[in-house]
């Protein structure tokens, strides 16, 4: 069933949804906020865009044209829909399409910045499949996985331009060495817990095609305050 929610503490933006299918989560809050943006940026493409969550919350910190694809019919329109309520259309172009399949149709060297929320798991034999395919689809590497990503970030980015990503710290050395075998330097990391006791949950790093060596990594980003409230930083996103 659809539902229209503000989006995360913005009280200025809406998104819609439906609980059959896979809900943005802190993930997609957490790397907009991380990425580097500048004022000379003129596009940028967010892959498995989902509903929307990222290119929505993009708009609020930068002029540059987004574009959101998104391989699910389905929710894709949910992100249409999100754009229009918004009145985020003259910004904001969501695309149905295969980015593996659309990659070759887009001008090489054409976006400044790629976000990217992965599908988080390899497809193994003993993987646990979701009955949704909404789900399935979103959380393990079946359409699109790390590699290819990459690859299309390769093709697409103009020098310098950058890619960030959420993922898993268990991934972590598959990022970078498939970022630097696709000619993407590793530029900036961070690692989020859930709780100052508690192991990373959450890895944000960025990348620059063709960049100069020098791996900066940020201080870690706690979510939660013990007694389960977020803790200031996370709010601070939310304002």
């Known amino acids: 069933m659809e539902v229209t929610n503000y989006l995360l503490g913005y009280k200025n933006l809406k998104i819609i949804q439906d609980n ?24 940028i493409l967010d892959i498995g865009t989902g509903n929307g969550p990222i290119p929505l919350i993009l708009s609020t910190k930068t002029k540059a044209k987004i574009m959101g694809v998104e391989l699910q019919k389905d ?18 172009k969501i695309i149905n399409a295969d980015i593996n399949q659309l990659k070759n149709e887009l001008e090489s060297d054409s976006f400044d910045v790629i976000t990217c929320n992965p599908p988080f798991f390899p497809l193994k034999d003993t993987s646990k499949l979701n009955d949704s395919d909404y789900k399935t689809i979103a959380r393990h590497e079946i359409k699109l996985n790390l590699e290819q990503v990459l690859v299309i970030a ?6 310098d331009g950058v890619i960030g990503l959420v993922h898993r710290p268990e991934r972590l050395v598959d990022i970078l060495t498939l970022m630097r075998s696709n000619n993407i330097e590793p530029k900036k990391l961070r690692l989020v ?8 949950n959450i890895l944000l790093i960025e990348g620059v095609k063709n ?3 020098g791996l900066k990594i940020l201080p870690p980003l706690y979510t939660h305050n013990s007694d389960g409230s977020y803790t200031n930083e996370i709010k601070k996103y939310f304002e």
């Open 154 to 159: 390769r093709k697409l980015l103009k020098n």
């Open 75 to 92: 929710v894709s329109v949910l992100a249409q829909k999100s754009v229009l309520i918004n009145h985020k259309e003259d910004q904001i």
């Open 211 to 213: 960049g100069k060596k």
């Open 20 to 43: 059959t299918m896979f809900n943005f989560s802190l993930d997609s809050v957490l790397l907009p906020n991380f990425i580097t943006l500048n004022k000379n940026i003129k596009n």
């Open 193 to 200: 817990y859930p709780k100052k006791e508690k192991e990373a």
